[in-house]
């Protein structure tokens, strides 16, 4: 992968690890369609890539509706890279009514995975965090209805994601399909992510954090870009850096937490986000349908 004229979707790709993911990837001459919010911004960051081939088109991650329609525009695709993400934000509600973080970061990627699946030739990357170690799957208040804290909320998302990539290999492999489905994460990396956080002392030490451990996003988006394009990667692999504490360095594989392994966990992630979502995967080669 990564070769010449291999198609690759990267949400969030304007900025940030999803910029430098994009970057890469088509500095080896791929075509990378560019999904992002803003579109101004997404041309803006076009124009700054030198190498292959790109496009922009327009998804807003916060409202499912924009997600169907952005998958709805895509004929074929070699890998998907489930990147964009939103951070330590108060509390919000999606277009849909869901808590922010967990429905960009976790129900529209979920979404966008199931209704492309049958478009995609080689594999699906979902990108987590070391943070989705503290992350708790609370059943009861996934919309963070009660006592909201963004972190905590944060940490959820980021363990929905490590959930949803092992249970989506769980399920090619029973159908026997070729398709993997692959989480990376970048570390400590200084993006933009950070900056966008709720203002107080979160925001202040992530920022301080920024200048003085931080890897850049080039370097974050490494274990991103071995996740997407190495023919050594296989399903179910968690791609990381491969420093201390998994901060920075070279791409490696890396464990997840022992609770995004448990299957029963996984099946009642997986019935309750196509409930949320509306996206049914019928099976494991086939696309997800709208109810």
Do not use: C
């Not at 088509?26 to 075509?31: L, M, Q, S, V």
């Not at 464990?255 to 995967?281: H, I, N, Q």
């Amino acid at each position: 992968m990564g070769r010449m004229g291999a198609i690759y979707v990267v949400t969030g790709a304007n900025s940030g690890l999803g910029f430098a993911t994009a970057k890469a990837l088509t500095d080896r001459g791929a075509h990378v369609i560019m999904g992002v919010r803003d579109g101004n911004k997404g041309r803006e960051a076009r124009a700054r890539l030198t190498g292959g081939s790109s496009e922009v088109r327009v998804v807003d991650l916060a409202d499912l509706d924009s997600v169907r329609a952005f998958a709805d525009g895509i004929e074929r695709v070699d890998v998907l890279i489930n990147n964009a993400g939103v951070m330590g934000l108060p509390r919000t509600l999606s277009a849909q009514g869901f808590e922010m973080q967990f429905a960009v970061n976790h129900l529209a990627h979920f979404a966008l995975t199931g209704l492309l699946l049958d478009r995609i030739a080689d594999r699906v990357v979902t990108v987590s965090s070391t943070l989705h170690k503290q992350g708790r799957l609370n059943f009861d208040d996934l919309n963070a209805e009660h006592g909201y804290r963004h972190g905590t909320a944060y940490n959820q998302s980021k363990l929905a994601n490590v959930v949803f990539g092992l249970e989506l290999q769980r399920r090619l492999a029973e159908t026997g399909s070729s398709l993997r489905s692959v989480l990376a994460h970048p570390g400590y990396a200084a993006t933009s992510l950070q900056a966008k956080t709720q203002p107080g002392l979160y925001r202040t030490a992530l920022l301080l954090g920024n200048r003085i451990l931080a890897a850049s996003a080039d370097d974050g988006a490494r274990p991103t870009v071995f996740a997407a394009t190495d023919a050594s990667v296989r399903g179910g692999q968690f791609i990381g850096p491969g420093g201390l504490g998994e901060m920075r360095g070279a791409p490696r594989v890396v464990k997840a937490t022992p609770a995004a392994a448990d299957p029963a966990t996984a099946r009642r992630l997986w019935s309750v986000s196509e409930e949320m979502t509306g996206v049914r995967y019928l099976s494991a080669t086939r696309s997800g349908q709208v109810e």
